[in-house]
């Protein structure tokens, strides 16, 4: 059993489990095997090698970050606090 054009990945469950949670499947699925800007070189080959481990096939970097994401929702909240906190202290 393969992958289908409609349901792509989530093909291998058939039927089973219910719909909604394909669909959720789906989307963690395809966040995960995005590739991302890499920090360092900023070429678009940063990928996902374990949960919460992310590698630059370009420069080689390997980095910690989000499970499925290289950057978490509170990863992303707290860069925003420091950069609110910079501007404030600015001013």
Excluded: H
Excluded at 58 to 74: F, K, R, V
């Amino acid at each position: 059993m393969g992958k289908t054009k409609k349901v792509k990945s989530t093909g291998r469950f058939g039927a089973r489990y219910g719909a909604g949670i394909r669909k959720r499947v789906l989307a963690v699925e395809l966040r995960k095997k995005r590739k991302y800007v890499c920090p360092k070189c900023n070429k678009k080959t940063l990928r996902w090698r374990a949960v919460g481990i992310w590698e630059c096939t370009s420069c080689g970097l390997q980095l910690a970050g989000g499970a499925w994401d290289p950057l978490s929702d509170l990863g992303r909240r707290l860069l925003m606090t420091i950069e609110r906190v910079k501007i404030s202290q600015t001013a």
